[in-house]
């Protein structure tokens, strides 16, 4: 019997047609867009002004962007996994509507939450339920709605975050091609520099958390800054070196769209040249759980068969971590 792996086999997003620019920003909050731009690399990001939709809604959109795309029928998929950090409501898992409302009914779903490292960490869930052989085909979704959780009053989170969302459908591959190896980490550590103080069973919600506007997120930016850049960098090299890749080896860094430092400073340590690090964080900000798939998304045309890619990110938790996965098609 031949090894199976499991190979992304067809991409799909979604992003909200409202463009918020730092020019707009400028007439929110005590900032300038050279200010943005030199220090994040972010110039405009899309938001979800409709207030009665929610994750969800970018969900559904990017999945059955990839379903027509591809022209899969959603009866055939066997399993939705549904990373995100905001979703619809507690309690009721966002990703079983989500599958509901496509047609994958057929499917079992759920969500997971690794802050921004979600759609990294789905990456390897999905790809352990292909390889165990009982799955043919798993629909990763990465999606955020975070200018519901976002504070247009705090200067130091509303220019990072944008909504949108991304998918990847995940099949076996019987050529050796798609994921090849993964290195995820997590520090708890990190729990009180980024995060939603309130909502939770910790701090449940009441009328003071609310006044005191403790349902938004918040971070103390140069500590997870710090973090971001070591980690990051720290876990693209091992996955690098573990392989056996120089950085003639990488065809391309796909990674997490926080701040476009962060990700120079990966990609200086992996020594690769700029036209190989993937980039649209000018235009979308940071999406978390979409970031990866947004990239995967707007970059797919220059994807062979057979590339090395290496995807790396960071998140709340603090979560982290890189995978290695060689791409298996080349778009027709």
Request: proline content about 2%; aromatic content about 10%.
């Amino acid at each position: 019997m031949n090894t199976i792996t499991a190979a992304i086999t067809a991409v799909g997003a979604y992003v909200p047609d409202f463009v918020l620019s730092n020019k707009v920003l400028e007439t929110l909050v005590d900032t300038n867009d050279e200010w943005i731009t030199t220090r994040t690399g972010i110039k405009e990001r899309r938001i979800l002004k409709d207030a009665d939709k929610g994750t969800s809604f970018l969900a559904i959109k990017a999945a059955q962007d990839l379903i027509a795309k591809a022209n899969i029928d959603p009866l055939e998929i066997d399993m939705v996994i549904m990373a995100t950090a905001t979703a619809d409501m507690p309690v009721a898992s966002t990703g079983v509507y989500v599958a509901t409302q496509i047609g994958a009914t057929n499917a079992f779903a759920y969500d997971l939450q690794a802050a921004c490292s979600s759609f990294l960490y789905g990456m390897s869930t999905a790809a352990a339920y292909i390889q165990s052989g009982r799955y043919k085909k798993v629909l990763l979704i990465g999606a955020d709605k975070m200018s519901s959780i976002v504070d247009y009053t705090d200067r130091s989170t509303c220019i990072i975050f944008g909504d949108g969302a991304g998918a990847v459908l995940f099949e076996p591959n019987y050529e050796g091609l798609g994921l090849q190896d993964e290195y995820l980490r997590s520090d708890g550590q990190g729990r009180d520099y980024l995060k939603i103080p309130a909502g939770g069973s910790l701090i449940p919600t009441t009328e003071e958390t609310v006044k005191n506007r403790q349902h938004n997120i918040i971070q103390d930016g140069k500590t997870v800054f710090k973090f971001a850049v070591t980690n990051m960098a720290d876990a693209s090299e091992l996955i690098v070196k573990r392989n056996n890749l120089t950085n003639e080896d990488v065809d391309w860094l796909v990674p997490h769209q926080a701040n476009k430092r962060i990700i120079d400073a990966t990609a200086s340590r992996m020594n690769l040249e700029d036209s190989k690090v993937l980039m649209n964080i000018e235009k979308f900000g940071n999406t978390t759980s979409a970031t990866l798939p947004l990239v995967i998304n707007d970059f797919e045309h220059l994807f062979k068969k057979g590339d090395n890619i290496i995807f790396a990110a960071f998140g709340g938790g603090f979560t982290w971590g890189s995978i290695y996965l060689k791409w298996a098609y080349d778009k027709k």
